[in-house]
């Protein structure tokens, strides 16, 4: 089948999956990062625990179309920290703020006008960051499996046992305990 | 009505990691930011194809002859039509809580003002695109998926904006913070 065609329809699941789940919901999501309602937190550690396992299955079958983005350092974390700047100001990512926008929110609205912004203003500054923040301290495509050098299903199985363990058993809502 | 989402946790992260095996094996994980700039690029193609050409980052993407709006490009449009419909038909499901485009606690804590959760939003949407593509990944391009793959830069991702998320957020909500 044409890829555009299952680019689409998986975009329609992972749609509908976001919504469904709450994801696109400022409450939930600033619930998150507030450390008071853990339900986003658990359903990413359940999807990452999931996601681990099959993808490793997949590797150890020569099945798995990988993409591995390059750990440049430093650019990574000056990114990573605006991201979250981003994230707990608007209450949404890229992802869920088109999601918001399909359900009609207004706000998810001016959030992905927002996003194609940030991008364009992204693009101009560029070729200067490129040098400085993109080039240095860049390790390269490299993951855990390749760091340690075992089949990558052997560090994927303890790994998503952990986020799962983390997910059903560890992590408690916390609402209702301030006084 | 249920204050909680339509779905458990359980059940939707289940259903995304298995979505994301899906997508792995059939095409290339899941990502999103990356559709922002190759929006912006086609615009650009057609408004200043000139300009376009010579910035070095969009003319990576959406040119003339190759559109680029490829696989990523629909995965993002399916999640726009995907959310849509479900929306839709789930929308009596929908805890109140969760509509509108007014969040009650935002009303909470910064009042009633449009223009203030607007431009917040705004903003926000600002600093997401500009940090994803200096990361080069956002929530399910480098969490989801590449912290899947093990990838060490994903893993750095996921630490740096959660803490910085996590600290913003306790500024933005410090007065009613115990």
């Known amino acids: ?179 | 009505m249920s204050d909680n989402p339509i779905l458990s946790w359980k059940v939707a992260g289940v259903a995304l990691g298995l979505l994301l095996t899906l997508a792995t094996f059939l095409v290339k994980p899941l990502g999103v930011s990356t559709q922002f700039v190759v929006t912006d690029a086609v615009v650009a193609h057609q408004v200043a194809p000139q300009f376009a050409e010579n910035n070095t980052y969009l003319s990576k993407y959406g040119e003339k002859t190759d559109w680029s709006v490829g696989y990523g490009w629909m995965l993002v449009l399916g999640m726009l039509v995907g959310g849509g419909l479900t929306a839709v038909v789930f929308r009596d499901r929908q805890p109140e809580a969760d509509q509108g485009s007014m969040p009650a606690m935002w009303v909470g804590q910064f009042g009633a003002s449009r223009m203030k959760r607007f431009g917040a939003a705004f903003l926000g949407g600002v600093l997401l695109l500009f940090g994803a593509r200096l990361a080069g990944g956002c929530t399910s391009g480098h969490m989801i998926s590449g912290i899947s793959q093990l990838a060490v830069g994903s893993f750095i991702f996921g630490v740096t904006t959660f803490a910085v998320a996590i600290a913003t957020a306790k500024l933005l909500y410090r007065s009613t913070q115990s």
């Open chain 1, 1 to 179: 089948m044409n890829t555009l065609i299952i680019g689409f329809i998986l975009g329609c699941v992972f749609g509908a999956i976001l919504f469904l789940g709450g994801a696109s919901s400022y409450r939930k999501i600033l619930g998150t990062l507030l450390l008071k309602d853990m339900t986003i937190i658990k359903l990413m550690l359940t999807a990452i625990g999931v996601g681990s396992l099959g993808v490793y299955l997949l590797d150890l079958g020569g099945l798995a179309n990988l993409s591995i983005k390059p750990a440049y350092v430093w650019g990574i974390v000056a990114g990573g920290a605006i991201f979250g700047i981003g994230w707990a100001v608007s209450g949404y990512c890229p992802g869920t703020c088109v999601v918001g926008t399909s359900e009609g929110k207004l706000d998810a609205l001016f959030t992905l006008g927002g996003a194609l912004v940030g991008a364009f203003i992204f693009s101009l500054v560029y070729p200067t960051l490129d040098t400085w923040l993109l080039q240095n301290a860049n390790l390269g495509k490299i993951t855990f499996v390749d760091l340690i050098g075992v089949e990558g299903i052997y560090l994927a199985i303890p790994f998503s046992l952990l986020l799962l363990a983390l997910a059903f058993f560890v992590l408690k809502d916390r609402y209702g305990e301030e006084t």
